[in-house]
């Protein structure tokens, strides 16, 4: 068993639907009740929740969107570069790392609503980062378009769009 195999397996990861294994690691008592949340949200949210997440070179993130702001935080391995599409179109990466001294970012903030997508930045390397949402992560709030779907909306994103979306 390599080191990726023996992560996955000490961290117990599953394979997530927009690629790479992840694990619930937290997730609030505390719940907030459908009229205190707006229109966006159906039923009721925990406060936050927080998961483990790893991309392989192999395994990219593909673009997906949620309703909350959801706030990566970097751990191990390669740095990360995280794509991003606002609702209004415009494009942005950012590289999530541990590396300050040469711009990486160990923490980054992705807007709700936006677009985005990650990819491992070495390659034959994986990386171990952790995510937090708030209000709390539900599968409801989660959206992972086909590539046709996406580049109706983002023509001009047609390279960046084909890369990181399944069919």
Known sequence: MNKLEKIIKHLDLKPHPEGGFFRETYRSSGKINPESLDGSYSGDRNYSTCIYFLLTSENNSAFHRI???????????????LHTISEE???????????????????????????????????????????????????????????????????????LITKFTKG
């Not at 309703?67 to 570069?81: A, L, R, V």
């Not at 999530?96 to 997508?117: H, M, N, S, T, Y």
Request: a negative charge; charged letters at 25%; glycine letters at 10%.
């Open 67 to 81: 309703i909350q702001d959801e706030i990566w935080h970097f751990y191990n391995g390669s740095p990360i570069k």
């Open 89 to 159: 179109g415009e494009y942005n990466f950012y590289i999530i790392g541990r590396d300050v001294l040469k711009g990486e970012i160990p923490q980054l903030v992705v807007k709700g609503g936006d677009w985005f997508a990650a990819e491992v930045i070495n390659e034959n390397d994986f990386s171990l980062v952790g995510c937090t949402v708030s209000p709390g992560f539900n599968f409801k709030d989660f959206e992972l378009p086909s590539r046709n779907e996406l580049l109706q909306i983002f023509p001009e994103q047609r390279e």
